[in-house]
């Protein structure tokens, strides 16, 4: 009995959909989700550093950026959440027994998400707000509400990896069942956290790049400044979590770090994909640092990087399959799809999707993305 | 038993999901009714040509989205994070049931928030019309975000035909659905008034102020003759046993239900007197006084919503204790720590009594009891002697209809007695 891995059933109410449907689900809003999170995070630090260095240089271009990046901050926070509520949903219809049991182990720190939340929330709106009369201590709140939401991604990847090792489960709740355990021993999941937040930097680096680009025609000086400041923070964070992804690949128990190296035949594609498409994405930005006319290549430095992040996501979902091998039979997985209210769903999310696209439109013309005040 | 029990001294899971889950009504409540106050006082203005009242909406908006989008929003997050830590099973239950309709509240959900967002920003930006149309779409995605959870949290206490022909639509459109849809929209619209009470009291124009104290009390009469006849519709169809735990099975529900009555009599009959009668006279601290009696409706009456759905977490399907009703034989026949997942103690080679006794107590009682705080069993089981305490056992679900049968063997039953008995005599 000590020795015996602990899973609890899956539940006996079969799973209204097919596994595939949800899966697919599952990681395209995980994909949108990790997206607005890079530019709620990453943003966060990167105002906070521009607050800095503005106030330093004496410069009107860094304040120009942090003001900008102020009202961004929080619909891409809203967009985080909502994009979030989402993949979470798929997840636990799926791997509802492992994720709800890690979840269980270490609940305290879970359940604080919502309260570190609320309040990196609230700072992002005092930033935004607030922006003039805050002056001075600009750069402490948007700094401390950046540094709440990355302790959420830290709390976050500490569960998504505990759910995929259920060997460990039994010591952890038999020693403290109060729910105020961690899982920060766990080797892979340092790297693991750091290769998301240091690739928030670079996906958020992008967001300034493309404010450059807009102001280009009012102001060609600030324009020019928000493209080279951008695509530094692009190339410079992507150079770095080149060496954590590393890092992380290592990390990995061997039998998983194979997948990738010609184990699986998917996961072993994804990754050279991945490769390629990242060292592609930061050729073109680093052609576009001292181009003349750099739009064309920053727009295929930016596919080539969405195409990276969607076989990241790819990987990662390989990886979890992988590690729950042992432990999932999805042929034993009872399915009755309800394809009645599948129908009415896909028909809401396209009205859904035509409704925020028009009052985008009507309200913000062409510059949708850029929220003005 | 299939999950582990996350374990919290003295207040238990239930209070926790009850403090979550009345926070968030109070807020997600008003987001919606708010949403129809928003658009439909924008209206007014413009009819009237008042643009005062457009300066007071703006400042009410700002309110507005940074109390829905940011604190509803993640106190939303925040109770599905809690049931899923405190009652697996059942979450588990209702995400398989049900999993297209959270799909389908997120889209309502994402609409909703992109148009709060959006609503607020363009005041003045774009034309009248279309502002209001934002507006209007801000309010019915709220509402449909409200339909859809409401007819998942009624299947709860009424699963109806749900039971037998595990249809979706059956689960959706169960026997309180609409009378639970009428009640909550009411409550939603008097909240609205509550809370622009709150904002509008506030405005230092004293002929500003007189118009909006008086329009959002205004807000409260619909709900006020609303309400009860959802509430006797709602009634009505309920249960037998969850109309006789109302009506005097367990006094402290009673008692719950009777100030749920009580307060939302207060607040309307207040609301006429004061700030709709006398708009000039209603102070920002009465305001707040009014905001706390509408908390405390919330409170009471969400809280005996979820005790009146006992002995069920969902009715005829799942026991408080998580235990489906179609195992109940099954565990008794095992006994409950064979059939517990999570449980370090072997019943073949374990000798200690009171060891097999309180991990019993942790796996069949522990979701509703704690040992010495909320509903501790200790004080419950005070000058009882064992004997009394096993007979007890053997017909909880009689003597005591809001719980659930003991499941168990005979040794364990007798364990857990013993064990009960102890927790009283070591002092």
Same mark, same amino acid.
Not at chain 1, 49 to 76: A, W, Y
Not at chain 2, 25 to 34: E, K, L, P, R, W
Not at chain 2, 95 to 100: D, E, Q, S
């Given at each position: 009995?000590?020795?015996?891995?602990?899973?609890?059933?899956?539940?006996?109410?079969?799973?209204?959909? &097919?596994?595939?449907?949800?899966?697919?689900?599952? !990681?395209?809003?995980?994909?949108?989700?990790?997206?607005?999170?890079?530019? /709620?995070?990453?943003?966060?630090?990167?105002? /906070?550093?521009?607050?800095?260095?503005?106030?330093?240089?004496? *410069?009107?271009?860094?304040?120009?950026? +942090?003001?900008?990046? #102020?009202?961004?901050?929080?619909?891409?926070?809203?967009?985080?959440?909502?994009?979030?509520?989402?993949?979470?949903?798929? !997840?636990?219809?799926?791997?509802?027994?492992?994720?709800?049991?890690?979840?269980?182990?270490?609940? @305290?720190?879970?359940?604080?998400?919502?309260?570190?939340?609320?309040?990196?929330?609230?700072?992002?709106?005092?930033? +935004?707000?607030?922006?003039?009369?805050?002056?001075?201590?600009?750069?402490?709140?948007?700094?401390?509400?950046?540094?709440?939401?990355?302790?959420?991604?830290?709390?976050?990847?500490?569960?998504?990896?505990?759910?995929?090792?259920?060997?460990?489960?039994?010591?952890?709740?038999?020693?403290? &069942?109060?729910?105020?355990?961690?899982?920060?021993?766990?080797?892979?999941?340092?790297?693991?956290?750091?290769?998301?937040?240091?690739?928030?930097?670079?996906?958020?680096?992008? !967001?300034?790049? %493309? @404010?450059?680009?807009?102001?280009?025609?009012?102001?060609?000086?600030?324009?020019?400044?928000?493209? $080279?400041?951008?695509?530094?923070?692009?190339?410079?964070?992507?150079?770095?979590?080149?060496?954590?992804?590393?890092?992380?690949?290592?990390?990995?128990?061997?039998?998983?770090?194979?997948?990738?190296?010609?184990?699986?035949?998917?996961?072993?594609?994804?990754?050279?994909?991945?490769?390629?498409?990242?060292?592609?994405?930061?050729?073109?930005?680093?052609?576009?640092?001292?181009?003349?006319?750099?739009?064309?290549?920053?727009?295929?430095?930016?596919?080539?990087?969405?195409?990276?992040?969607?076989?990241?996501?790819?990987?990662?979902?390989?990886?979890?399959?992988?590690?729950?091998?042992?432990?999932?039979?999805?042929?034993?997985?009872?399915?009755?799809?309800?394809?009645?209210?599948?129908?009415?769903?896909?028909?809401?999310?396209?009205?859904?999707?035509?409704?925020?696209?028009?009052?985008?439109?009507? #309200?913000?013309?062409? #510059?949708?993305?850029?929220?003005?005040? | 038993?299939?999950?582990?029990?996350?374990?919290?001294?003295?207040?238990?899971?239930?209070?926790?999901?009850?403090?979550?889950?009345?926070?968030?009504?109070?807020?997600?409540?008003?987001?919606?009714?708010?949403?129809?106050?928003?658009?439909?006082?924008?209206?007014?203005?413009?009819?009237?040509?008042?643009?005062?009242? =457009?300066?007071?909406?703006?400042?009410?908006?700002?309110?507005?989205?940074?109390?829905?989008?940011?604190?509803?929003?993640?106190?939303?997050?925040?109770?599905?994070?809690?049931?899923?830590?405190?009652?697996?099973?059942?979450? +588990?239950?209702?995400?398989?049931?049900?999993?297209?309709?959270?799909?389908?509240?997120? =889209?309502?959900?994402?609409?909703?928030?992109?148009?709060?967002?959006?609503?607020?920003?363009?005041?003045?930006?774009?034309?009248?019309?279309?502002?209001?149309?934002?507006? @209007?779409?801000?309010?019915?995605?709220?509402?449909?975000?409200?339909?859809?959870?409401?007819?998942?949290?009624?299947?709860?206490?009424?699963?109806?035909?749900?039971?037998?022909?595990?249809?979706? @639509? *059956?689960?959706?459109?169960?026997?309180?659905?609409?009378? +639970?849809?009428?009640?909550?929209?009411?409550?939603?619209?008097?909240?609205?008034?509550?809370?622009?009470?709150?904002?509008?009291?506030?405005?230092?124009?004293?002929?500003?102020?007189?118009? %909006?104290?008086?329009? #959002?009390?205004?807000?409260?009469?619909?709900?006020?003759?609303?309400?009860?006849?959802?509430?006797?519709?709602?009634? *009505?169809?309920?249960?037998?046993?969850?109309?006789?735990?109302?009506?005097?099975?367990?006094?402290?529900?009673?008692?719950?239900?009777?100030?749920?009555?009580?307060?939302?009599?207060?607040?309307?009959?207040?609301?006429?007197?004061?700030?709709?009668?006398?708009?000039? $006279?209603?102070?920002? /601290?009465? *305001?707040?006084?009014?905001?706390?009696?509408?908390?405390?409706?919330?409170?009471?009456?969400?809280?005996?919503?979820?005790?009146?759905?006992?002995?069920?977490?969902?009715?005829?399907?799942?026991?408080?204790?998580?235990?489906?009703?179609?195992?109940?034989?099954?565990?008794?026949?095992?006994?409950?720590?064979?059939?517990?997942?999570?449980?370090?103690?072997?019943?073949?080679?374990?000798?200690?009594?009171?060891?097999?006794?309180?991990?019993?107590?942790?796996?069949?009682?522990?979701?509703?009891?704690?040992?010495?705080?909320?509903?501790?069993?200790?004080?419950?089981?005070?000058?009882?002697?064992?004997?009394?305490?096993?007979?007890?056992?053997?017909?909880?679900?009689?003597?005591?209809?809001?719980?659930?049968?003991?499941?168990?063997?005979?040794?364990?039953?007798?364990?857990?007695?013993?064990?009960?008995?102890?927790?009283?005599?070591?002092?």
């Amino acid at each position: 009995m000590e020795s015996q891995v602990i899973i609890p059933d899956i539940d006996p109410i079969p799973v209204p959909a &097919p596994l595939w449907l949800l899966k697919v689900l599952l !990681l395209l809003t995980f994909t949108l989700h990790i997206l607005a999170m890079n530019v /709620a995070v990453g943003g966060g630090f990167i105002a /906070a550093i521009t607050e800095f260095l503005g106030k330093k240089r004496n *410069s009107q271009n860094h304040l120009e950026l +942090s003001r900008s990046i #102020s009202k961004m901050l929080p619909p891409f926070t809203a967009f985080t959440i909502t994009l979030g509520v989402a993949p979470l949903l798929f !997840l636990q219809v799926l791997y509802g027994n492992f994720f709800y049991t890690s979840t269980i182990l270490i609940a @305290w720190p879970w359940l604080s998400i919502i309260v570190i939340f609320i309040l990196a929330y609230y700072g992002y709106y005092l930033y +935004s707000f607030r922006w003039e009369k805050l002056n001075g201590k600009r750069f402490a709140v948007v700094l401390i509400s950046a540094i709440l939401l990355a302790i959420i991604g830290l709390i976050y990847t500490q569960n998504i990896v505990l759910m995929l090792t259920p060997e460990k489960w039994k010591e952890i709740y038999f020693n403290n &069942p109060h729910g105020t355990n961690l899982n920060i021993s766990d080797p892979t999941v340092i790297p693991r956290y750091l290769h998301f937040m240091v690739a928030a930097l670079a996906v958020a680096g992008l !967001l300034v790049v %493309m @404010w450059g680009l807009k102001n280009i025609k009012s102001n060609e000086q600030l324009g020019k400044w928000g493209i $080279r400041y951008g695509l530094l923070w692009f190339i410079i964070p992507t150079l770095v979590n080149i060496v954590v992804g590393l890092w992380f690949l290592i990390s990995l128990p061997k039998n998983l770090l194979m997948l990738f190296m010609g184990e699986n035949i998917y996961a072993t594609i994804y990754f050279l994909i991945a490769l390629v498409t990242m060292f592609a994405s930061l050729i073109f930005m680093f052609i576009a640092l001292n181009a003349v006319k750099p739009v064309m290549k920053i727009m295929f430095g930016k596919v080539f990087l969405l195409l990276t992040v969607v076989m990241m996501v790819l990987m990662r979902h390989e990886l979890r399959e992988a590690y729950l091998k042992p432990y999932i039979d999805w042929e034993k997985v009872q399915v009755e799809p309800q394809w009645g209210v599948i129908t009415i769903f896909v028909l809401l999310l396209l009205g859904g999707l035509i409704t925020v696209i028009w009052m985008l439109k009507k #309200s913000f013309g062409k #510059s949708s993305l850029v929220v003005h005040n | 038993m299939n999950y582990p029990f996350w374990d919290i001294p003295f207040i238990g899971g239930g209070i926790l999901i009850g403090l979550v889950a009345i926070i968030h009504t109070f807020v997600s409540q008003f987001a919606i009714g708010g949403g129809l106050f928003l658009v439909l006082t924008e209206i007014k203005a413009y009819k009237e040509n008042n643009s005062g009242i =457009i300066d007071y909406l703006k400042i009410h908006s700002r309110f507005f989205i940074l109390v829905t989008l940011v604190f509803g929003a993640l106190t939303g997050v925040g109770i599905w994070f809690t049931i899923g830590l405190v009652t697996p099973t059942a979450t +588990s239950a209702l995400i398989h049931i049900f999993v297209w309709g959270w799909a389908i509240e997120w =889209i309502f959900f994402f609409i909703e928030i992109a148009a709060a967002m959006i609503y607020y920003h363009t005041w003045d930006k774009i034309n009248r019309k279309t502002h209001l149309t934002i507006g @209007w779409i801000y309010f019915i995605a709220a509402w449909m975000s409200l339909f859809v959870i409401n007819g998942i949290l009624s299947f709860m206490l009424t699963p109806g035909a749900w039971i037998e022909n595990r249809s979706f @639509w *059956s689960a959706f459109f169960n026997p309180t659905m609409l009378p +639970s849809l009428i009640m909550r929209t009411a409550v939603s619209l008097a909240l609205a008034g509550l809370y622009a009470l709150l904002t509008s009291s506030n405005l230092k124009n004293e002929d500003l102020r007189k118009l %909006m104290v008086k329009y #959002s009390a205004k807000w409260l009469i619909v709900p006020f003759f609303i309400l009860p006849l959802g509430g006797l519709w709602y009634v *009505s169809v309920i249960p037998e046993m969850a109309f006789d735990i109302i009506s005097g099975g367990a006094p402290a529900v009673t008692l719950f239900a009777v100030a749920s009555i009580f307060f939302s009599i207060l607040i309307f009959g207040f609301a006429y007197f004061l700030p709709y009668r006398h708009p000039e $006279r209603f102070p920002v /601290a009465l *305001s707040a006084l009014f905001l706390l009696m509408g908390l405390t409706v919330t409170a009471v009456s969400e809280w005996v919503r979820e005790a009146i759905r006992k002995p069920y977490i969902i009715y005829d399907y799942m026991y408080s204790n998580n235990v489906l009703k179609v195992n109940e034989e099954n565990v008794k026949q095992t006994g409950v720590l064979a059939s517990a997942k999570w449980t370090i103690i072997d019943t073949k080679t374990e000798t200690d009594t009171l060891k097999i006794g309180e991990q019993v107590f942790k796996l069949q009682c522990q979701s509703c009891h704690t040992v010495e705080g909320y509903n501790g069993v200790k004080i419950l089981v005070k000058g009882w002697q064992e004997p009394f305490i096993d007979a007890q056992l053997q017909h909880l679900n009689q003597l005591k209809g809001f719980m659930p049968p003991f499941m168990g063997s005979e040794m364990e039953r007798k364990a857990l007695a013993k064990w009960l008995y102890e927790l009283n005599r070591s002092y």
